[in-house]
């Protein structure tokens, strides 16, 4: 069995380039969920406040980690973001 996907969306409070990114991160596991049901996944969002260790991050929010390799920032590539995600499938 393969290991679980980890998603991590890096936020901060009140931007509103984070917020796109929500919406286009929902889509992008919409489909992955659909095209892929066995393939099990977490998703966080997690505010770069809270984390020392994402301050590298500050002046790219929103980022798109998975598994720990940063995918996107500023904007959501959905094409490139699913990509990622069929290709650990």
């Known amino acids: 069995m393969k290991e679980p996907i980890e998603i991590q969306l890096v936020i901060r ?43 590298r991050f500050s002046e790219e929010v929103p980022v798109l980690l998975i598994n720990e390799k940063q995918i996107s920032f500023w904007r959501i590539d959905e094409k490139r973001a699913f990509e990622k995600l069929s290709e650990l499938a």
């Open 13 to 55: 409070q009140g931007c509103h380039l984070c917020v796109a990114a929500e919406s286009d991160l929902a889509r992008v596991i919409a489909r992955f969920a659909a095209e892929y049901p066995e393939r099990e996944y977490t998703v966080e969002l997690v505010d770069i406040a809270d984390y020392d260790k994402l301050q």
